[in-house]
C-alpha cells in the first residue's frame, strides 16, 4: 500500500487524499454556510419587512460585535455591547431566562394566600379596581414582586441586531425580547417557551366574573420598524394553561401573548415561524383607544407567511388599524378553538392562499371574528381540502356579526406563493426552529 502526506497528515493512498481534501472542503463550506446564514438579510420583495431600507440586522457587523451566547447574563451583555452598533448574536444551547424561582423576586412581606384573602369578591365586591390600592396593601406587594421579575426577565435589543440559534435546539424559557423604539431587527432560528408571570393581577372589572391578567410576551415589536421573525417556535412547552390553577372561578392566567406588535410598529415579516399551544397568540394594536388610534393609524403593516398556527385559541393574529397581508400560513385547530382572525377596529387584513385543518364539530364559519365593522380581502383559503370562502361561510354561520369584503388594498411584497392545497405538507414540513437551511 502506498503512503503520503496530503495536508500534513499520512494517509494509505491518492484516494484517501482525495477524501481528505473534500472532508476538509466540507468542512470549510459547513463553516461559511454557517457564517453566511448568520449575516442573512430578509430579501427583496419578501413582506413588509422588505420595505423602503429592508431589514439587514447585523449583516454588517465586525467581528469585534459577532457574540456566542449560553446564559441570560451572557445574552444581555452582548446586546448592550457597542450601543446600536451592527451586531450578530448567536444563541447555543437553551438559555434559562425566568430566574431561579418565582419565590426569588418576591418583595418583603408578599403573600399570594394574604392576596387572595383580602380582594376575594365576596370581600372586595366587582365594582372597583385595585388600582389605587397603597404600597403596603397585597396589591401594592404584588406590583413590587412584578417589577423584580420584570427586570430580570426582558431583554431590550437594539436597533441593527440578528439574533440567531446555533444549530436545532436553540432558545430561551421564560424571555421577554423587547424590541422597542429601534430599526433593523432579526429574530431567526430560536425556540421560544413562554414567559410564566409569577404575580398576575385580579382584576375584578375585567367581564361581569372579573379576570387575572399577566404581563410578557415572548416577543414584543413596540413603536420599531423592520424587524424580521423567521423560523422561531412559540409555545407555552412545560406550562400550558391546563396546568394553571383557578383563583375566584378564573384561572390564574400566567401567560401573555406569544408575539405582541404594537404602539406605531412598522414593517415587519413573520415567516415561517410555529405558533403552538397557546390562548392569546398575535396582537397587532392594543386598544381601540382614542390615543391609541392616533399612534397606531397609518402604521403596523405586517406580513405573515408561511407560520404554521396549531393548537392555539385566538389571535393568529388580532388586528387593530393595521395592513395585514397573511399568506400561505397553515392553522390547525384542536378543543377549545376560538378563532383564528380577529377583525378589529380598522384593520385592512388580507387572508389569501391559506390551509386550515379543523375537527368534526368546528364550522368554517368561526375562522374569522368581528370585534369591529372593518372590511378584509379573504380569497382562495382551503377548509379540509375544500376551498371555502371565509366571509361568506361566516356571514351564514353568524348572522348577527356580518363582515363586509374588500380590504381596499392589494398585496404587492410577496415572493414565493404555493398552492393553498399544498401548505400543509410544506408548511409542517420546514417552519419553525431547527429547519433553517
Not at 392569546?280 to 392594543?286: F, R
Not at 407567511?305 to 395585514?324: C, D, I, M, Y
Request: aromatic share 8%; glycine share 10%; with cysteine.
Amino acid at each position: 500500500m502506498r503512503t503520503q502526506i496530503c495536508h500534513g497528515r499520512v494517509i494509505a493512498s491518492i484516494v484517501g487524499c482525495t477524501a481528505l481534501v473534500l472532508g476538509v472542503t466540507g468542512t470549510a463550506a459547513a463553516h461559511a454556510q454557517h457564517h453566511e446564514t448568520a449575516r442573512q438579510v430578509l430579501g427583496a420583495h419578501d413582506g413588509w419587512g422588505s420595505y423602503g431600507t429592508g431589514t439587514t440586522g447585523g449583516a454588517a457587523a465586525d467581528a469585534a460585535h459577532v457574540h456566542t451566547v449560553t446564559d441570560w447574563a451572557g445574552f444581555k451583555a452582548a446586546l448592550a455591547d457597542g450601543g446600536s452598533a451592527p451586531k450578530i448574536i448567536k444563541v447555543k444551547g437553551v438559555i434559562d431566562a425566568d430566574g431561579p424561582s418565582c419565590d426569588s423576586f418576591q418583595a418583603p412581606g408578599y403573600d399570594l394566600d394574604a392576596y387572595l384573602a383580602t380582594y376575594d369578591p365576596a370581600v372586595w365586591g366587582r365594582d372597583r379596581t385595585l388600582d389605587d390600592e397603597p404600597d403596603d396593601s397585597p396589591e401594592g406587594l404584588r406590583r413590587a414582586s412584578a417589577a423584580n421579575q420584570d427586570a430580570y426577565i426582558k431583554a431590550t435589543v437594539p436597533a441593527n441586531t440578528t439574533i440567531i440559534g446555533v444549530g436545532r435546539n436553540a432558545g430561551f424559557h421564560g424571555a421577554s425580547l423587547q424590541i422597542k423604539d429601534v430599526d433593523n431587527v432579526i429574530v431567526r432560528n430560536l425556540a421560544f417557551e413562554s414567559p410564566l408571570d409569577c404575580f398576575p393581577q385580579w382584576d375584578p372589572t375585567d367581564t361581569a366574573d372579573g379576570n387575572w391578567n399577566s404581563e410578557y410576551d415572548s416577543a414584543v415589536v413596540y413603536n420599531s420598524t423592520h424587524v424580521w421573525m423567521d423560523h422561531n417556535t412559540f409555545t407555552d412547552g412545560d406550562h400550558p394553561d391546563s396546568t394553571l390553577p383557578s383563583y375566584y372561578g378564573r384561572i390564574y392566567q400566567q401567560h401573555d401573548g406569544e408575539l405582541d406588535i404594537v404602539k406605531g410598529a412598522d414593517y415587519v415579516t413573520a415567516s415561517w415561524n410555529v405558533f403552538e399551544d397557546h390562548d392569546k397568540t398575535i396582537l397587532i394594536g392594543n386598544s381601540d383607544s382614542a390615543s391609541t388610534a392616533a399612534v397606531d393609524r397609518g402604521h403596523l403593516k405586517v406580513t405573515f407567511h408561511h407560520n404554521l398556527f396549531s393548537n392555539l385559541v385566538e389571535r393568529a393574529p388580532r388586528v387593530r388599524f393595521g395592513q395585514v397581508d397573511s399568506y400561505n400560513n397553515h392553522f390547525v385547530a384542536k378543543d377549545g378553538y376560538g378563532y383564528s382572525y380577529g377583525i378589529g377596529l380598522e384593520s385592512q387584513l388580507v387572508a389569501q392562499h391559506n390551509a386550515f385543518t379543523l375537527p368534526d364539530g368546528i364550522g368554517a364559519g368561526t375562522i374569522l371574528k368581528r370585534w369591529n365593522d372593518a372590511p378584509l380581502t379573504a380569497d382562495d383559503n382551503y377548509v379540509n381540502g375544500r376551498r371555502v370562502d371565509l366571509i361568506a361561510v361566516h356571514n351564514a354561520e353568524v348572522p348577527t356579526e356580518i363582515l363586509r369584503s374588500g380590504a381596499g388594498w392589494t398585496p404587492t411584497l410577496r415572493t414565493r406563493i404555493d398552492p393553498a392545497r399544498a401548505v400543509p405538507a410544506i408548511v409542517d414540513h420546514h417552519a419553525g426552529a431547527g429547519h433553517l437551511h
